[in-house]
C-alpha cells in the first residue's frame, strides 16, 4: 500500500491522514482496498465516526452503494439520539450519539473510523448501534493500534486495517 506513505507522521499527537485524502488516486485506493475486505460480507449501512470517519465512511458507503450513518460528536445533531460516553486515548472524556431512527433491528453494519488507537471510540460507536439493535458486522479502519485495549475489538468483531500500528 503505497499510498500510506501520504500519511503525515511529522505531526504532534497524532498522525495527519489528510494528505491521504486529498491525493484522488490514493484515497480512491484506500477505498477500493478497504471495501475490498468486505466485499463478501453481507450490509446494510455502513456508518462513519465524526470526523475523519465520515469522510472514509461515506466514500466506502457509496462505493458499496449503501446508505450512511453519521456517528456524531456528543451535542450535535439536533433529533432526539442515543448516546455513549467514554474516555479517549487522550484521557478526555467524550461522547458519541446516533439519531434514534438510524439503525432498525438486525440491521447489519459496518462502523468506519481512520485510526483505532485504544478503540473506546470505536466501542461507543459499536455500542450505539447494538443498542438500536443493530448488528455490527465489521470495522474498517486505516490503521488500529495493537494493545491490550484493542484485542478486544479484533476478537469479537471483523476488524479489517490496512496497517497494524504499535
Not at 458507503?61 to 456528543?74: N, T
Not at 431512527?101 to 455500542?127: P, Y
Request: charged share 25%.
Amino acid at each position: 500500500m503505497t499510498y500510506l506513505n501520504l500519511i503525515d507522521t511529522q505531526t504532534r499527537g497524532r498522525y495527519d491522514v489528510t494528505p491521504l485524502f486529498n491525493n484522488y488516486a490514493a484515497f480512491t485506493n484506500l477505498v477500493d482496498d478497504l471495501a475490498q475486505r468486505f466485499a463478501d460480507v453481507e450490509i446494510d449501512r455502513v456508518a462513519g465516526i465524526d470526523a475523519l470517519g465520515f469522510i472514509l465512511g461515506a466514500a466506502i458507503a457509496m462505493k458499496m452503494q449503501k446508505g450512511f450513518i453519521p456517528i456524531r460528536k456528543g451535542g450535535k445533531l439536533p433529533a432526539r439520539v442515543e448516546r455513549a460516553e467514554f474516555v479517549d486515548y487522550t484521557k478526555e472524556h467524550k461522547a458519541l450519539e446516533i439519531r434514534l431512527n438510524a439503525v432498525t433491528r438486525g440491521m447489519k453494519v459496518l462502523i468506519v473510523d481512520e485510526w483505532i488507537e485504544t478503540g473506546a471510540q470505536m466501542k461507543a460507536a459499536i455500542e450505539l448501534v447494538e443498542r438500536l439493535g443493530g448488528v455490527v458486522v465489521g470495522v474498517a479502519t486505516i490503521n488500529m493500534d495493537e494493545n491490550n485495549l484493542t484485542r478486544a475489538l479484533r476478537e469479537k468483531y471483523n476488524c479489517q486495517a490496512i496497517r497494524r500500528g504499535e
